[in-house]
């Protein structure tokens, strides 16, 4: 698959010497704030579903599979608003009041259609922010610099992915391994994300954008987003379907013998290579090439996956852990600059909803797989699965940048 590098996008021949913009360090910090407390969630939520609630693996894939697919749709609908009416903050603070909403739902679940029901708002409100917020990102910030800028924003996120799980096991140690109450804390840093969105985004207002009701994507529009942009869209979902959730990277630890209360140290050991590693990756994106961090990511992906399966222990569990870190870290902030060089400004909103709709997708399309090969085979089946498909994908575009890009 021939990647869709241009060195001579608008801006991208300049020295990066630009400042990062105060709307991004915001936007960062407001994501930092919100992943903290959906990540002291979702640090425990799978355990939660199969210890307390009985709930299978299969059904930890389909719940998780469906939020994010929920979340992926409603992106295409956010975008497509944010550009219709030129302003961005009015999704991204209504989508982040809705994730703050849905905390307090999780710690009064009973049964998979409450946690389904909670998982749902939460994947709403990610949806109605995740557009807007990637194309607010790229509209005040200067093309030579697109790619350290959403390595911060990715980063400033990634930490709040790892303190997230670090807060869960301090507080499964302070409340006696209760989830429920853990559940409940987790709404006070959603909370100051609203505050931080309310307080510290400014929005970038196009005058020019209509206010007339129409079709929510239309064909004509469609048309502008051209093959580089659609070729953006095909890597995306092989690269989702080569990784599903991560939900099974902590139902994997708990398997190897990691006590319940240290559950969440898998995904601090993972966003901590992600965090550490997203900003240099973004920075690498702006000098080189797109494909040579896409084959890295890959390259990782096959190896963490390898590790899970194969790897003894604890030891061989978290060496695949930090490998999948690193293979988000080369491609996730990676992913978001591809797409707003290869859309128009006035599409950007529309197009990183169209992105994400075609990768949420395939994420819960490659999680349902993943959790009935566990139920049926195991966790081991499960994740050769995935380095089997990581590897395809990985040889696919070997092969095709052996062959001539098409201009």
Wanted: aromatic share 10%; net charge positive.
């Amino acid at each position: 698959m021939a990647l869709p590098d241009d060195p001579h996008l608008p801006g991208s021949s300049g020295k990066a010497r630009a400042k990062i913009p105060r709307t991004v360090w915001a936007l960062g910090f407001v994501s930092l704030f919100m992943d903290v407390s959906s990540e002291i969630i979702h640090a425990l939520l799978p355990l939660f579903m199969t210890a307390t609630l009985g709930l299978s693996v299969a059904m930890v894939g389909l719940v998780d599979g469906i939020a994010e697919a929920t979340a992926n749709i409603v992106k295409i609908f956010s975008g497509y608003v944010s550009d219709r009416i030129g302003r961005r903050k009015p999704l991204i603070l209504l989508g982040y009041g809705l994730g703050a909403l849905s905390k307090p739902f999780f710690p009064l679940a009973s049964g998979v259609a409450f946690i389904l029901g909670a998982r749902f708002l939460d994947r709403v409100g990610k949806g109605l922010r995740g557009a807007p917020r990637d194309a607010l990102v790229a509209d005040v910030t200067p093309p030579a610099i697109r790619g350290r800028a959403f390595g911060l924003r990715q980063s400033l996120d990634t930490v709040g992915a790892f303190l997230g799980p670090l807060l869960a096991i301090l507080l499964m140690i302070a409340f006696a391994n209760n989830m429920r109450a853990v559940f409940w804390i987790a709404a006070i840093p959603a909370i100051v994300a609203v505050l931080c969105v309310i307080y510290g985004v400014e929005d970038r207002v196009d005058a020019s954008a209509g206010t007339s009701a129409r079709a929510p994507i239309r064909i004509a529009e469609l048309r502008r987003l051209d093959r580089r942009y659609w070729r953006v869209v095909a890597i995306g979902v092989l690269f989702t379907l080569a990784r599903f959730s991560e939900a099974f990277l902590i139902l994997k630890a708990n398997a190897e013998g990691l006590p319940l209360a240290l559950a969440p140290l898998v995904l601090v050991a993972m966003n901590l290579v992600y965090a550490l590693g997203a900003y240099p990756a973004g920075a690498m994106s702006d000098a080189l090439p797109a494909r040579h961090l896409l084959l890295w990511g890959l390259g990782c992906l096959v190896a963490a996956d390898l590790a899970l399966a194969f790897a003894p222990g604890l030891p061989g569990t978290f060496a695949g852990i930090a490998l999948w870190g690193g293979h988000m870290a080369l491609t996730q902030g990676l992913m978001a600059k591809l797409v707003a060089d290869h859309a128009p400004a006035e599409l950007r909103g529309s197009a990183f909803g169209l992105f994400n709709l075609a990768t949420g997708l395939a994420l819960l399309f490659a999680s349902v797989i993943a959790g009935l090969i566990w139920d049926h085979f195991g966790n081991r089946a499960a994740f050769m699965a995935g380095a089997s498909f990581a590897a395809a994908a990985f040889l696919a575009m070997v092969f095709r940048q052996s062959r001539p890009a098409a201009s």
